[in-house]
């Protein structure tokens, strides 16, 4: 009987993971169009922060009881997971596409953010302190409102719209609404999924180490893989992208720089080969937006990414 209602509840958890992601895409994709914000922008600021929540309770919290290790391990881990497995499986299942601007200022600045994590990582000391914490903050605030700035500058030609009718505003909030709901049942839902699997996985003997590399590693990540995957299949590969890339952007620069400045972060068991896998998914997906006539990331680059990742996830596992 146990048994049986772990089940249903990971179903249940699976199910709301499902709904919150279509809520998400839906709601993002309608409030782009009808304020003129690109789907991509969108994907890397709104939703990207909504789909971090996961790491940033995590982070925050462990900051907070001076667990330096689950709340840096978390975010490397994520950014790892987001950019190897998830990207590289969302463009295995379908090419995406690469704009002007991906290409010049997105992908490098995700590039530039990890580098600083690495270097900062193996500073002497090897922690994150507070002006670290404080430096990785003011870069997020100017990257946020730069980003808002941009958009309104590509488009500041373009025709005014015309003062909404009292309807569209009500769709503009129903829009906003199915958002916030999507959000919140893709954040419960994968915690209720993540709980049941690992119950599921000790039932069938599963060790600790393992349910705490893939289960649990996976799952702050869970809101991310399923927003992406969904993108996908709705051919809104701009929004998948930009809500991972900003999901790597958020964790280092928001949570782990709030996190350094709620207690500074050692960063002392972060290996080289955590550094090296992190900085060489962040290089592959740089290199990949600059080969010759390059406007896609394909599905062999794809499965390039998919086989770096689980390759790391499986010497954490045998190590």
Known sequence: METLVIVILLLLGLGLVT????????GASDVAKRFGVSEFVIGLTIVALGTSAPEMVVSFLSAFQGNSDISVGNIIGSNIFNTAIILGLTATLSPIAITQRNRIYDIPV??????????????EGKNLTVLDGAIFLGIFVAYFIWNFKREHDERKNEADSTSQEEGTKRHILLSILMILAGLFALVYGGNL???NACK????????????????IAAGTSLPEL??????????????????????????????????????????????YWDYGTLMLSAVL????????????????EGALLLLLGLAYMGLCIAL
């Open 19 to 26: 709904f919150g992601a279509d809520g998400v895409i839906s």
């Open 193 to 195: 999924f993540v709980d």
């Open 200 to 215: 599921i996985a000790k039932l069938l003997g599963v060790s600790d180490k393992v349910i705490a590399i893939t289960l």
């Open 285 to 300: 997906l740089l290199i990949y937006t600059f080969l010759i006539n390059k406007q896609k990331i394909n599905k062999i």
């Open 110 to 123: 995700n590039v530039v953010v990890t580098l600083l994590l690495v270097i900062f990582g193996l500073s």
């Open 226 to 271: 399923a927003t992406s995957l969904m993108a996908v299949i709705k051919g809104k590969g701009q929004l998948a992208l930009g809500n991972i890339i900003g999901s790597n952007t958020f964790n280092i620069l928001l949570i782990l720089g709030g996190s350094a400045l709620i207690r500074p972060l050692s960063m002392e068991h972060i290996t």
